[in-house]
């Protein structure tokens, strides 16, 4: 059994889950997401609670708002029968991934693969208001966690090859783009060089027709002239 809680002090709304017991706490480690991070009391015992951050959060582990933070900090305080009835105390929390098991370990239990990457929040004391709020949005359900990422993992494979052929299918119209400008310029300097030559050609005819003349424009000359020496003789 795994108990849902929903932070509305955020936009989306987040998402916070906690085993029923160590033996959940197995599965949880075991088949957790990558956008999931991790918070327990630090040195004592407590539920491992969980924040599930959602695609396209506008924060990340990091930068938790400070509102969100505090419901994590106080569900995981009251869900420690030693922490809860102690002030001035520590709660960690590091991505899930950071989470190291080792088959030495007991049920429940883990450390760390970079310490540096686990971060601490301090509580004062409980806040009974955000408890109860808290408390109210809880929900219980017996989820298949091995299935629940086995689709989490499918779609997220799935929608990245979707990026992947658009893309590719931009790339493609870009170079087809760059293709059609190279040939279009191609083609415009083979017109201007027959242009060039048709008009060098038209130019060089003129000038032959200035030093010699037009020949049929000469024969009828000749041929006047001609009738007019006959005339003499009639």
Known sequence: MVYYFTSNVVDPPATIYMGKDKFENEDLIKHGWPEDVWFHVDKLSSAHVYLRLPKDCPYTWESIPEPLLDDLAQICKANSIEGN????????????????????????????????????????????????????????????????????????????????????????????????????????????????????????QNKADDIFGNSDDDDESSLGAHASDFDDFI
């Open 85 to 204: 009835k102690k002030n001035n105390l520590a709660i960690i929390y590091t991505p899930w991934s950071n989470l190291l098991k080792r088959g030495d370990m007991a049920t429940g239990q883990v450390s760390f693969k970079l310490p540096k990457l686990v971060k601490r929040v301090h509580v004062v004391e409980r806040l009974n208001s955000i408890v109860n709020r808290l408390n109210k949005t809880k929900n219980e359900e017996h989820p298949d966690f091995y299935q629940q990422r086995q689709d989490r993992d499918r779609e997220e494979k799935r929608l990245r090859k979707r990026a992947a052929n658009a893309r590719q299918a931009e790339e493609r119209k870009i170079v087809e783009e760059r293709q059609k400008e190279k040939e279009s310029q191609d083609y415009s300097k083979v017109f201007e060089a027959a242009a060039k030559k048709s008009k060098a050609k038209g130019l060089g």
